[in-house]
T-cell receptor, first 111, second 115 residues
């Protein structure tokens, strides 16, 4: 089955700096890669996603890149703000509804 | 829509007791998922339903766990008997029309503590 690894497990950045979180997956059939943000005491919420026919996608300060050959994808957050502090999860799916999540990255944005 | 609604938000029980967690998905969604979140194992898919029918329950850890979806607006996850290692946050999520993008909409979770 699919296995998703995620690094780093924790990340601290100064406000205004960029943050990068990287994930790798094992199943070459995976074709959908969402990123979820989880704030304290809440459920995860989708922030951006990418499908296998696209190499990069941007939405304001966040972007995701995908390298299907290397089986890795990354989340980039620019101009970080304190409200970006949360746990971020990557995921991979090859069968539409069966997502495998990475272990998560705890991002702290220091003022 | 109010989003995915889970109850209870917090449950503390003693080992051996039955626990029932409840979920109301977003109206119109045809997929419903139960996830368990722990520090050690992260987010694990337990079971998911499509149109009220269980599709994949391979993540259900043991026979002590069972899930039902009697109609499109309600699902339960039951643990009987509960054990301390079942302590976790249990999330329900739904997805489906009108956007049908595959996005999962999570509830706020039920934090279970088994003493």
């Amino acid at each position: 089955g699919e296995n998703v690894e995620q690094h780093p497990s924790t990340l601290s950045v100064q406000e205004g700096d960029s943050a990068v979180i990287k994930c790798t997956y094992s199943d070459s059939a995976s074709n959908y890669f969402p990123w979820y943000k989880q704030e304290l005491g809440k459920g995860p919420q989708l922030i951006i996603d990418i499908r296998s026919n696209v190499g990069e996608k941007k939405d304001q300060r966040i972007a995701v890149t995908l390298n299907k050959t290397a089986k890795h994808f990354s989340l980039h957050i620019t101009e970080t703000q304190p409200e970006d502090s949360a746990v971020y999860f990557c995921a991979a799916s090859s069968r539409g509804q069966n997502f495998v999540f990475g272990p998560g990255t705890r991002l702290s944005v220091l003022p | 829509d109010a989003g995915v609604i889970q109850s209870p938000r917090h449950e503390v029980t003693e080992m051996g007791q039955e626990v029932t967690l409840r979920c109301k998905p977003i109206s119109g969604h045809d997929y419903l998922f139960w996830y368990r979140q722990t520090m050690m194992r992260g987010l694990e898919l337990l079971i998911y339903f499509n149109n009220n029918v269980p599709i994949d329950d391979s993540g259900m850890p043991e026979d002590r766990f069972s899930a039902k979806m009697p109609n499109a607006s309600f699902s339960t996850l039951k643990i009987q008997p509960s054990e301390p290692r079942d302590s976790a946050v249990y999330f329900c999520a739904s997805s489906g029309p009108p956007r049908n993008t595959g996005e999962l909409f999570f509830g706020e979770g039920s934090r279970l503590t088994v003493l």
